[in-house]
T-cell receptor
Framework: DGGITQSPKYLFRKEGQNVTLSCEQNLNHDAMYWYRQDPGQGLRLIYYSQIVNDFQKGDIAEGYSVSREKKESFPLTVTSAQKNPTAFYLC????????????????FGPGTRLLVL | AQRVTQPEKLLSVFKGAPVELKCNYSYSGSPELFWYVQYSRQRLQLLLRHISRESIKGFTADLNKGETSFHLKKPFAQEEDSAMYYCALPTGGGNKLTFGTGTQLKVEL
């Protein structure tokens, strides 16, 4: 269960402020993902990274940025350009980022709830 | 485009009653479908995947290509089955998943 950690549990953002959500994994997984979870909309992919130093936009990347400088870490920055940031953010990882031998299971962190002041 | 539809936001059943959580998909090719579950105050986790053809916690799901469905079933609901259930399928290459909007299952005594 402790393989993927997210911090903080709750985060408050002021207008015009950038905030960064942390995601760390000790599972030695190559791939990591960021999702946004909103009531009635399920999970939507923000960004994903198949390998260190590489990442791609998901379905709703506008207003967000990421980095993948280390295998274990995939921080997500919610910028001031994101006009509706209030949501529950989930980080996930999988052994591989490619599905050549079938889809890999994604393992999820506990989530960070972002609220706007 | 790949899409997953879960038509029910909320499904309420009595303990011991059969459960069927609906999932329909649109996908070109042979999809590999998943059910993920999120219990209260727990992480989202994989429940089962159709390729493994196994029963987890009494749940099964059969891929019906003719009806493009992957409904999740359990013959006798238990209180501990109350949770949010998401159907998911691969999308866009890589290991990405598209999730449905989820169905909240409530098992009442």
């Amino acid at each position: 269960d402790g393989g993927i950690t997210q911090s903080p549990k709750y985060l408050f953002r002021k207008e015009g402020q950038n905030v960064t959500l942390s995601c760390e994994q000790n599972l030695n997984h190559d791939a990591m993902y960021w999702y946004r979870q909103d009531p009635g909309q399920g999970l939507r992919l923000i960004y994903y990274s198949q390998i260190v130093n590489d990442f791609q936009k998901g379905d709703i990347a506008e207003g967000y940025s990421v980095s993948r400088e280390k295998k274990e870490s995939f921080p997500l920055t919610v910028t001031s350009a994101q006009k509706n940031p209030t949501a529950f953010y989930l980080c996930a990882s999988s052994i591989r980022g490619t599905s050549g031998r079938g889809q890999e299971t994604q393992y999820f962190g506990p989530g960070t709830r972002l609220l706007v002041l | 485009a790949q899409r997953v539809t879960q038509p029910e936001k909320l499904l309420s059943v009595f303990k011991g009653a059969p459960v069927e959580l609906k999932c329909n998909y649109s996908y070109s090719g042979s999809p590999e479908l998943f059910w993920y579950v999120q219990y209260s105050r727990q992480r989202l986790q994989l429940l089962l995947r159709h390729i493994s053809r196994e029963s987890i916690k009494g749940f099964t799901a059969d891929l019906n290509k003719g009806e493009t469905s992957f409904h999740l079933k359990k013959p006798f609901a238990q209180e501990e089955d109350s949770a949010m259930y998401y159907c998911a399928l691969p999308t866009g290459g890589g290991n990405k998943l598209t999730f449905g909007t989820g169905t909240q299952l409530k098992v009442e005594l």
